[in-house]
């Protein structure tokens, strides 16, 4: 990798990709589980950031910096936009308080990257450098049968085609290499247009049940392989409108992360997008602390 | 006599419990790879086999799971709680990685718990046996069959075999036929010279943490063809819903109905095992207990299956 830290250098796609596997599943679940991570150690010695740290260094700031180069380059996978959506909308314009997130939450045939529950509900589908938009078309009409806002944030050199490939209800952002979201159209907001059926199939059993009860509905007694088709049918019958509402109280319940707040504020600000999509347990959250916290120089012996 | 493989699992540890009785009356020698860190169902299971008067074999360096790395909280298990235990054998798993010394320390430090030695891929078994010796005529070998072929098992052959046979071919659940061969081995085990035989009942060898929600739900489920000379069969009825992950238990119903549509043609040849008494009650009242518990009973049929062939 070149020598110097400043913002010159011009990473291969092979150091790149390196630097991304930094902020996997796996690097993350290895380290709350075990308090250390093989993977993490292996990725490193392929990286410089040993050598520019300083001696002091820490897990923690071995993340931060490969973080740095990662949001400036060319080459920015998903993670970094699902960090700058955290960042700066759910943790910029909301808070883990009042406002939650849904990750691969399943959409119809789709699974949509990133929801965030306010008000309302809004889906994110992100088009990194590396994506491609060939799904993009059918992947919006899937979102709009469940979310009331639909928004697909993308690098510079895929606005205009994605502008030309989603209708005009749908919003577009741009992550610009400098790291900073800008609207380049709003998303407009519909509730009316889901499909409550879609919507049940992308629930769980009891968050399907609770919102029928919210609502009023009293599900039947049958036996639980029939439980399904008989809510379904419930569900078909409700306003969708009032339906939305309800979707976004329950599942700002059900999906609450004020529980993360605690671990979130104690990590690295660069892991805290991965703290809010990979779940570990809660008894490995201190684990997990102490792995970032750990020296840098003492990771070599990780195994 | 008949060696079912588990790897020690939830359901798998219940399954051994509820059928302790049962395989100490059988003479089957459950062996028990333990995969999850926690150890008390492990102990349970143990005890449960204890006071049954049954026999079990504990692999102490398991290749899969949490104690990949470290088995000793297993050989602590079997010292601290089942130390004048004649009946529970520490199993040593032979992986390809490991060297005739390895195995030997490991043989030597479970000396007080009857060391039984399972094959499962090493590659010096001359070696071995060279090194055993003398203690060779009292050894028990377990060996798994598609890592160890007939020439390994010979260095072997003055000691008591048992040939463990992989007779579940794993595909993703909507890929499953409707019948296939399951194995033989029940039938021809002895013709191979061996003592007794095993397989990794409905599960299969290939380990997995068991993870993403189901397209299809499967109930697999075995018989014995007495007009095919007792070959075992394996059924997979498989839901006709295998396109959303959703609804596992109207997923479920569909893959029962076509069980009992079977058991009900008078043609299957399943036998009517308390698993199966189960199926129909489920069946009956529209009920679905969850995949584990399905994974359970489709195991605790092919132990009585077996049980009634064995007689």
């Not at chain 1, 250098?9 to 690097?27: D, G």
């Not at chain 1, 990750?103 to 789709?110: D, K, L, Q, T």
């Amino acid at each position: 990798m070149g020598g110097s830290s400043g913002g010159s250098s011009i990473y291969s796609a092979v150091q790149l990709s390196v630097l991304t596997r930094l902020f996997s599943a796996t690097v993350f679940r290895e380290m709350a589980k075990k308090g250390r991570s093989g993977l993490f150690r292996r990725l490193l010695e392929q990286t410089d950031l040993i050598e520019s740290a300083d001696p002091h260094a820490t897990v923690g700031d071995a993340f931060d910096s490969a973080f740095e180069i990662l949001k400036v380059a060319g080459h920015r996978d998903e993670y970094i936009y699902r960090a700058a959506i955290s960042h700066k909308v759910l943790m910029g314009t909301h808070s883990l308080r009042t406002a939650s997130m849904l990750n691969e939450f399943r959409a119809g045939s789709c699974k949509a990257d990133l929801v965030i529950l306010n008000g309302t509900a809004t889906v994110y589908e992100i088009k990194s450098e590396r994506d491609s938009l060939a799904r993009l078309a059918n992947q919006v009409e899937n979102y709009k049968r469940v979310f009331a806002k639909v928004n697909v944030i993308a690098s510079k050199g895929h606005i205009e085609n994605v502008l030309a490939t989603v209708p005009n209800d749908v919003g577009v952002m741009c992550l610009s290499k400098r790291y900073q979201i800008t609207t380049v159209r709003d998303a407009v907001d519909c509730p009316a247009r889901i499909c409550p059926v879609t919507v049940f199939e992308s629930l769980r059993m009891a968050e399907g049940a609770a919102i029928l009860r919210a609502m009023g509905v009293t599900v039947p007694q049958v036996s639980n392989t029939q439980r399904h088709a008989a809510m379904r049918d419930l569900f078909a019958a409700l306003d969708p409108v009032a339906l939305h509402a309800e979707m976004v109280r329950t599942l700002k319940r059900t999906r609450d992360l004020a529980p993360l707040g605690d671990l979130v504020d104690r990590l690295p600000e660069s892991l805290q997008a991965a703290a809010l999509s990979v779940s570990v347990r809660r008894a490995d959250h201190p684990r997990l602390v102490d792995a970032t916290s750990t020296p840098l120089h003492a990771t070599m012996a990780w195994s | 006599m008949y060696h079912p493989y588990f790897r020690g699992k939830q359901f798998e540890l219940i399954t051994i419990r509820e059928m302790a009785a049962l395989l100490a009356r059988k003479n089957f020698v459950p062996v028990i790879e333990p995969v999850r860190e926690a150890l008390g169902g492990l102990k349970k299971t143990l005890s449960a086999i204890c006071s049954a008067g049954g026999r079990a074999i504990v692999i102490v360096n398991p290749y899969h799971g949490d104690h990949q790395e470290d088995g000793t909280s297993i050989t602590g298990l079997l010292q601290d709680g089942f130390v004048d235990a004649d009946n529970i054998s520490a199993g040593i798993l032979l992986r390809s990685d490991m060297t005739v010394d390895e195995v030997m320390a490991c043989y030597n430090h479970h000396a007080d718990h009857h060391p039984v030695l399972v094959h499962a891929g090493f590659t010096a078994p001359k070696a071995l046996a060279a090194k055993l010796e003398n203690g060779i005529h009292s050894l028990t070998n377990v060996f798994v069959e598609d890592h160890a072929k007939l020439l390994y098992r010979k260095h072997f052959d003055q000691s008591m075999r048992i040939l463990v046979r992989d007779g579940f071919k794993r595909l993703r659940n909507a890929d499953y036929p409707a019948m296939e061969e399951f194995s033989d081995l029940h039938v021809t085990y002895g013709d191979l010279g061996m003592s007794g035989f095993g397989d990794f009942l409905i599960v299969g060898d290939v380990y997995s943490e068991g993870g993403g929600p189901a397209y299809a739900v499967a109930i697999h489920l075995t018989f014995i063809d007495p007009d095919k000379d007792d070959v075992m069969y394996i059924y997979h009825f498989v839901s006709d819903t295998k396109d959303t992950p959703t609804d596992p238990a109207g997923k479920f119903a569909q893959a029962l109905a076509k069980l009992i549509t079977k058991l009900d043609s008078g043609n299957s040849h399943i036998l009517e095992t308390g698993a199966i008494k189960e199926f129909r009650d489920l069946h009956a009242k529209g009920h679905f207990p969850g995949l584990g518990y399905v994974k359970k009973l489709s195991m605790k049929h092919h132990i009585e299956t077996l049980a009634d062939y064995i007689g």
